[in-house]
């Protein structure tokens, strides 16, 4: 199957009241925002979009995203690769009047000349899930966590405090 390019701009309404699905990817590279947040861009980002109209009669879309992204640990400076995976839900409104209206079940996008920018609420969605700090699970970093000040003081004095209780314990038994 060739590979579907997401474009910048659709037009949600037309998808959906054809209940139609998007499916297609977007370069990571194409993600200029993201970009600043990588370590390295590169990859891409496997994008699922649903559109709807609910019982209301309001206009919606439900995504799904999954891509694997290149960050930079903070405790090793090293690369590392984190997945994110994601769900969204906006409902779309046509006017900025009609945003502030509309029911609080959902996030809004607007749409301007009945288009969204598509690319840009998945590279939205996808900063947002990015971590506040990164760093790599401890056994995957270059820099050992017992090393670390705080762990190594905590480490070399719970093993007399347990002696110390231990002690305590058996002569109260006598
Ligand atoms: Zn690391």
Known sequence: MPIVYIPEYINPFRFAEQHARLQGV?????LKRLGLALNKQAGEVAVDVQFDIDEQGLV??????NAKVILQCQRCMGNF???IIDTFTYGVANTEKEVSSFPGKYDTVE???NLIAIRNIIEDELILSLPVVPM???????IKMPYKDADWSEEKKS??????????HK???K
């Open 26 to 30: 977007v370069n990571i590279e194409d």
């Open 60 to 65: 919606f879309l439900h995504g799904h995203l």
């Open 81 to 83: 690769e984190y997945e």
């Open 111 to 113: 749409a301007e000349d």
């Open 136 to 142: 790599h699970v401890p056994d995957n970093c270059e």
């Open 159 to 168: 093993p007399f405090h347990i002696l110390k209780n231990t002690l305590k």
């Open 171 to 173: 002569s109260s038994k």
